[in-house]
């Protein structure tokens, strides 16, 4: 997954949190990056044809932005659920961010093929609580 994709993928929560449009500084806060940084990606994603901006208004993925979205939070999933559930790391949010960037769909079709991961995912990550609803860990770890 590359940093578009981490984009696209906030871009999808957001506008899930939200209910509509993601605004820059959400997703500024979301990724840990400045506005102008966003703004700068946001355009090169709608040259792309993967988001539609509207200034003042947020960024909302089209069809093909939403399927490459989609794909980016099932690789993060399956990252997070290998590293928490397999390898019982306990970052194992920092982990998965951090490898999200640099596993590739290759390596991320192997790991699912080693974790349990159910036929609702990625619709099951709550991005309210920044995670699967199903994620099997301790109480504890759910707050980073």
């Not at 909302?60 to 997070?80: K, S």
């Not at 590293?83 to 079709?109: C, Q």
């Amino acid at each position: 997954m590359n940093t578009a994709d981490q984009y696209l993928k906030a871009v999808y929560l957001a506008q899930r949190l939200e209910d509509g449009p993601a605004s820059t500084g959400q997703l500024a806060e979301m990724l840990g990056v400045s506005p102008a940084s966003v703004n700068e990606m946001i355009g090169k994603l709608e040259s792309r044809g993967l988001v539609e901006h509207e200034k003042y208004k947020g960024a909302r993925l089209t069809d093909d932005g939403l399927e490459r979205a989609h794909d980016a939070l099932q690789t993060y999933c399956i990252i997070e659920r290998f590293l928490a559930n397999v390898l019982e790391v306990d970052a194992f949010r920092e982990e998965a961010r951090t490898l999200e960037s640099v596993i590739d769909d290759t390596v991320a079709d192997r790991l699912d093929t080693i974790i349990d991961r159910r036929s609702e995912c990625p619709d099951c990550f709550d991005p309210e609580t920044d995670c699967c609803e199903y994620l099997e860990v301790e109480a504890s770890q759910h707050g980073d």
